[in-house]
């Protein structure tokens, strides 16, 4: 590839994605490596219904020509709830359009990096790791660099590092590394916002080494114009623990993908997952906890709420190798139908090659239980409060797992959603 720089008339001129794309990477001084991600990516193509975990994706809706890949961050004010979040951190660190822009205030033991690579965290080629996910290899090609946040061995961070991902470009490709060395204990929040008429596609990697401990927030709150695809792998090794939550509140399709792999004797994942969805929404989890070693542990909890003509999808898988005895892991999927034109399909899977486990999996699709709302009613409590208490205490279980001053901040934002959409029993 031959290098050219990217103006804003060139941007302006450009009638395709794909021009925008190989603009971009042509102008980066890995252009080689980003070139074959993206050629792999032209090959295989945007997925389709008929494959069969896309099956639920509006994709007939995606236009990729509506996006262009930025040259450089567009920046613009941060929202009050960013800056809220920010008032709770130890540090925060911010990302614009992919792009690293601040990188905080300085923690003993805590670094912040680019990687202008993009080597998976396990310094895989990514093309390799992501053969067939045709949006993480966008994302290998056109992220500007991976932010990496390393807390050095036994060290302890006693505030929330927050990560603010601001989506202001048409398109924007972010990746991050989290790499806890043996022994670190740290928490860390991954926000994003923004996003309007966009399309955000997210790659996020945890490294949790012997001993070490990361409590982990990703809070999607993007504009509902947004398309927002997101991966994010957790590997953990010999006693790791990963307590991961997940939240999608915002976007107009939002797949979020989230992966474990518990790599030695000990290592727990914790993971949770909630979304509220409105309007035409589509929220679409999946999840994927691999056991390799014996010993191991996972719980996934998933909940879920639709209103209107919106709707979730929930598949999740837990594998377990053979050899990896006395695993305990258990999956449990609950969704909350407001309304008769809201939708939810879950499909849970196990995939067990060990006899010496404890392995369960369970779910529900439902709406508002009536005679728990008749009971607050006889209360004196109004019918639409005893709905909005209902949907409240649903999601409680899911909020108790962050820590408390953040789940206080996203309480409030529930209870705002919350108040403009109506319950349909």
Not at 62 to 88: H, K, M, N
Not at 200 to 209: D, H, K, N, Q, T
Not at 347 to 372: F, K, T, Y
Request: charged share 20%; glycine share 6%.
């Amino acid at each position: 590839m031959v290098d050219r720089p990217i103006t804003l008339l060139t941007l302006l001129t450009m009638t395709t994605f794909a021009e925008s794309a190989t603009s971009f990477i042509s102008s980066r001084p890995d252009s080689e490596e980003r070139g074959r991600a993206w050629s792999n990516f032209e090959s295989i193509g945007l997925p389709t219904t008929t494959d069969e975990v896309w099956r639920y994706a509006p994709l007939a809706e995606l236009d990729l020509d509506r996006f262009a890949v930025p040259a450089t961050p567009t920046l613009a004010p941060a929202s009050d709830f960013a800056i809220a979040l920010g008032a709770l951190a130890a540090s925060v660190v911010r990302v614009v359009d992919g792009f690293l822009v601040d990188i905080g205030d300085p923690i003993d033991g805590v670094t912040v990096d680019l990687n202008p690579t993009s080597l998976t965290i396990a310094g895989d080629d990514p093309v390799e790791r992501y053969a067939s996910d045709a949006f993480a290899l966008a994302n290998a090609a056109l992220c500007p660099a991976t932010v990496v946040v390393t807390v050095a061995a036994n060290t302890v961070v006693d505030g929330p590092i927050v990560i603010i991902h601001s989506a202001n470009a048409t398109a924007s490709f972010p990746r991050t590394h989290l790499v806890l060395e043996r022994g670190a204990n740290a928490t860390v929040v991954e926000y994003y916002e923004g996003g309007a008429g966009a399309i955000v596609v997210p790659v996020s990697e945890y490294r949790v080494a012997d001993n070490a401990s990361l409590r982990l927030v990703t809070y999607q709150r993007l504009d509902a114009t947004t398309w927002h695809v997101a991966r994010t792998t957790g590997l953990l090794e010999r006693d790791g623990r990963l307590s991961q939550a997940v939240l999608g509140m915002g976007a107009h399709y939002d797949r979020s993908r989230n992966d474990a792999d518990l790599r030695a004797t000990g290592a727990q994942n914790e993971l949770r997952t909630t979304f509220f969805g409105s309007g035409s929404q589509v929220h679409d989890f999946r999840t994927h906890q691999f056991h390799r070693a014996p010993r191991s542990r996972s719980t996934l909890l998933s909940k879920g709420a639709v209103a209107d003509t919106a709707r979730s999808v929930y598949t999740g898988l837990i594998e377990i190798e053979k050899g990896a005895k006395r695993t305990d892991a258990r999956q449990t999927n609950h969704n909350l139908l407001l309304s008769p034109n809201a939708h939810a399909d879950s499909v849970p899977n196990l995939d067990i090659r060990e006899n010496d486990v404890v392995c369960a999996h369970a779910s529900s699709v439902g709406p508002l239980n009536a005679l728990q709302r008749w009971y607050l009613e006889s209360r004196g409590v109004t019918r639409s409060d005893a709905e909005r208490l209902m949907i409240q205490g649903f999601f409680l279980e899911m909020l108790d797992a962050l820590p408390p001053a953040l789940a206080r901040l996203v309480e409030g934002d529930v209870a705002l959603a919350l108040q403009s959409v109506p319950v349909i029993a």
